[in-house]
């Protein structure tokens, strides 16, 4: 895998949901992309969060059930995009309403967008900025 190309989770936990956010979104940007379960984020290891520029979380309508989740990814240092069905948590869910909402289903214009504002900005290698 190229390292300069985003690596971007979408933790999601209906399938189809996941695929729309995944098509929407390679339609836009060169990135690369893994869908996974929420819960399945528990297994991730640091070592493999730092490789994450972004992750899109899905927000259930309790989501006193993830705030365990969001904590974790925040302190690894990976950016956060939450997503949500529910009107409750378009403005941010309680104690992280810094990280911003997208809104399912999707409006593919404003998903890139706000995908594209919270991507980690990584250095790029010298000869990809004409520096020798």
């Not at 999601?12 to 339609?27: N, Q, V």
């Not at 528990?42 to 309790?62: F, I, K, S, Y």
Request: hydrophobic fraction near 45%; proline fraction near 7%.
């Amino acid at each position: 895998m190229e390292p300069s190309i985003p690596h971007i989770l979408i933790a999601e936990r209906e399938f189809l949901i996941a695929l729309d956010a995944e098509y929407l979104i390679k339609a836009a940007l060169d990135c690369r992309i893994t869908l996974l379960r929420p819960e399945q984020l528990d297994q991730w290891d640091e070592a493999a969060l730092a490789d994450v520029d972004l992750c899109l979380l899905d927000v259930p309508l309790d989501a006193t059930r993830i705030i365990a989740r969001i904590e974790r990814l925040v302190e690894a240092g990976v950016p956060l995009l939450l997503t949500t069905v529910a009107d409750i948590h378009v403005g941010g869910v309680e104690g992280f309403e810094i990280i911003p909402v997208a809104r399912k289903p999707y409006d593919g214009e404003t998903l890139v967008a706000l995908v594209r504002g919270r991507l980690r900005r990584r250095p790029q290698p010298a000869e990809e900025l004409g520096q020798n």
